[in-house]
């Protein structure tokens, strides 16, 4: 079992950069490939990015490629998502997500969900 919690979320001006965490429980969290969702007003959940394991391999969605970087610390137990030049269209509900011992992109692969952090970016 594995449980994650996201912070770092708020409200900032097109352009500005946020870094979002998701620490998570579990004495097994270097198996779990962690992935970052969102969900927009009206539209479906999306896949943002992911790291695998061991942090060696990453995948970025085309619209966050070059601006936004995910990382991860197993020994804190903690993955990041480093977001620059916000974009109002990156408005949404970002979801942290944990897939055991598999790399994937697809959101129905993932096991574990964190509740969500709100990023609300202003133009």
């Known amino acids: 079992q594995v449980q994650l919690v996201e912070s770092g979320g708020g409200l900032v001006q097109a352009g500005d950069s946020l870094r979002l965490s998701c620490a998570a429980s579990g004495r097994t969290f270097s198996r779990y490939t962690m992935g970052w969702f969102r969900q927009a007003p009206g539209k479906e959940r999306e896949f943002v990015a992911a790291i695998s394991w061991l942090g060696i391999r990453t995948w970025y969605a085309d619209s966050v490629k070059g601006r936004f970087t995910v990382s991860r610390d197993n020994a804190k137990y903690t993955v990041y998502l480093q977001m620059n030049s916000l974009e109002p269209e990156d408005t949404a509900v970002y979801y942290c997500?944990?897939?055991?011992?598999?790399?994937?992109?697809?959101?129905?692969?993932?096991?574990?969900w964190g509740q969500g952090t709100q990023v609300t970016v202003s133009s």
């Open positions: 997500a944990a897939a055991r011992e598999i790399s994937t992109t697809t959101a129905e692969e993932y096991d574990y």
